[in-house]
Antibody, heavy 115, light 111 residues
Framework: QVQLVQSGAEVKKPGASVKVSCKAS????????MHWVRQAPGQGLEWMGI????????SYAQKFQGRVTMTRDTSTSTVYMELSSLRSEDTAVYYC????????WGQGTLVTVSS | QSVLTQPPSASGTPGQRVTISCSGS????????VYWYQQLPGTAPKLLIY???QRPSGVPDRFSGSKSGTSASLAISGLRSEDEADYYC????????????FGGGTKLTVL
């Protein structure tokens, strides 16, 4: 069965970076793009970008351009999302979700940004 | 401010039929598929409807989706207490080199 297992919660100081991982299993990793979506406390869903695990190409939401980097490791079927220059507004649960239909989601990773 | 517009709340009694609307534009709903996600408290979103009106296996046929022009709607018939959740619509948007957009979410309360 398809599973996306994300790394654990993180607490970061403003200005720092965070790297969240998402390990895929149960399907051919390189056959499906992967989205990253975040959700601030009590708020809605916000799309951050997408990565092609096959070639590594990426497309980021304009809001995060220059601050987000999505990478992958095909040897471990894992995608990564790194967000830099963190500020308090980046406190959120970060999800990976399989494309095309966002049919499977990771369990979410809470990132707290606090001084 | 979400690109897709949903009512912030909806409610119904058990057994009733409720609908949730989602309004967009020609660059998103008007030209691409609409998706619906259900999010129970403290959990990740779950795909409920894909490609306008398709249900993944395991989703009851009480849930149905439709699209017309630049709007879409989710209908839930035979409302049950376990349907109480947040519902989000989503679509690909062709503007700005393409990006995924979500509605602001609708909190469904079963009275």
């Amino acid at each position: 069965q398809v599973q996306l297992v994300q790394s654990g919660a993180e607490v970061k100081k403003p200005g720092a970076s965070v790297k969240v991982s998402c390990k895929a299993s149960g399907y051919t990793f390189t056959s499906y793009y992967m989205h990253w979506v975040r959700q601030a406390p009590g708020q809605g869903l916000e799309w951050m970008g997408i990565i092609n695990p096959s070639g590594g190409s990426t497309s980021y939401a304009q809001k995060f351009q220059g601050r987000v980097t999505m990478t992958r490791d095909t040897s471990t079927s894992t995608v990564y999302m790194e967000l830099s220059s963190l500020r308090s507004e980046d406190t959120a649960v970060y999800y990976c979700a399989r494309a095309t239909d966002l049919d499977y989601w990771g369990q979410g990773t809470l990132v707290t940004v606090s001084s | 401010q979400s690109v897709l517009t949903q009512p912030p709340s909806a409610s119904g009694t058990p057994g009733q039929r409720v609908t949730i609307s989602c309004s967009g534009s020609s660059s998103n709903i008007g030209s691409n598929y609409v998706y619906w996600y259900q999010q129970l408290p403290g959990t990740a979103p779950k795909l409920l409807i894909y490609r306008n009106n398709q249900r993944p296996s395991g989703v009851p046929d009480r849930f149905s989706g439709s699209k017309s022009g630049t709007s879409a709607s989710l209908a839930i018939s035979g409302l049950r207490s376990e349907d109480e959740a947040d519902y989000y619509c989503a679509a690909w948007d062709d503007s700005l080199s393409g990006h995924w957009v979500f509605g602001g979410g609708t909190k469904l309360t079963v009275l």
